[in-house]
């Protein structure tokens, strides 16, 4: 029997580079292509408006069956929208701010090449925190991630919160260029499935899948078949093996179908 699949998309060094539109040619091939074979999926991290600009604006309901953004706090499904939870009603406020405090006071101390703005953005189901903030060219943008390997900004920022706030059952994951994610324990991107139901095998295609990136741990989980990637042409090239292998596959179910007389 033929199973049902669906294929579920990062979005930032997935489908899109960092923050940027998707390229006219990687849309051209999801919807021409894969959605022949596969139902689609996208999941973020960022919130709707972020998602919405890059994938082409409100029709992204009509070409993606599920949208998850903020890791699926915020979901639709066939242009619907499904229910949702917010981080404070999980954390309280009094924590939240002294969590927040915390984190512009450490970025205020933060010697850095430049700064811009917009340090903390709030959000349903998370907080991001950018320590040289999200005003930042594209240029800048790279800068800044260059001089993050080298120096470990973001690695250092978040040993400090886990060392501040011990009790807090929060998960902090680095994404992107510029900035990481704090989320409820448990609210990372595997919380988008629970939303995905009647599938035989959910693909999930990502770029940030090692141990600390904020695709691991819906990569590595049990309910998806994981596919790392390294940019959008990198997923164009892992789609193309994977519909191969599913025609593969199927060719080879139809000829173990034992002839019926008539």
Same mark, same amino acid.
């Given at each position: ?87 404070? %009603?999980?954390? @309280? ?5 002294? #969590?927040? *405090?915390?984190?512009? +006071?450490?970025?205020?101390?933060? $010697? ?60 902090? %994951?680095?994404? @992107? ?5 704090? #989320?409820? *324990?448990?609210?990372? +991107?595997?919380?988008?499935?629970? $939303? ?67």
């Amino acid at each position: 029997m033929t199973k049902k699949m669906i294929c579920l998309f990062d979005v930032d060094g997935t489908l899109t580079d960092a923050r940027q539109p998707i390229k006219p040619s990687v849309e051209k091939f999801l919807l021409e292509t894969v959605k022949k074979q596969f139902d689609l999926a996208v999941v973020g991290g960022s919130d709707l408006n972020k998602i919405t600009e890059q994938l082409g604006g409100k029709s992204v309901f009509e070409k993606y069956k599920y949208v998850f953004a903020e890791n699926g706090l915020i979901a639709f499904e066939s242009g619907k929208q499904l229910s949702t939870e917010t981080i404070q %009603s999980v954390v @309280g406020e009094e924590a939240l701010q002294d #969590f927040i *405090n915390f984190c512009l +006071k450490y970025i205020s101390e933060l $010697h850095l090449p430049f700064k811009r703005g917009t340090f903390i953005e709030f959000r349903s189901g998370m907080i991001n925190v950018s320590p040289v903030g999200r005003n930042c060219t594209k240029d800048e943008r790279v800068q800044f991630y260059e001089y993050d390997l080298e120096h470990q900004i973001r690695q250092k920022f978040i040993q400090a919160l886990k060392k501040e706030f011990p009790d807090l059952a929060l998960t902090y %994951s680095i994404g @992107g260029q510029i900035s990481f994610d704090v #989320f409820p *324990n448990g609210w990372d +991107k595997t919380y988008c499935l629970r $939303h995905i139901r009647g599938y035989d095998e959910i693909h999930f295609f990502g770029d940030k899948t090692t141990e600390g990136g904020n695709d691991y741990e819906i990569y590595e989980s049990d309910l998806t078949v994981g596919h790392r990637v390294t940019c959008p042409e990198d997923t164009i090239n892992q789609l193309n093996i994977l519909m191969a292998l599913i025609k593969e596959r199927r060719e080879r179910e139809q000829l173990q179908v034992p002839m019926q007389c008539a």
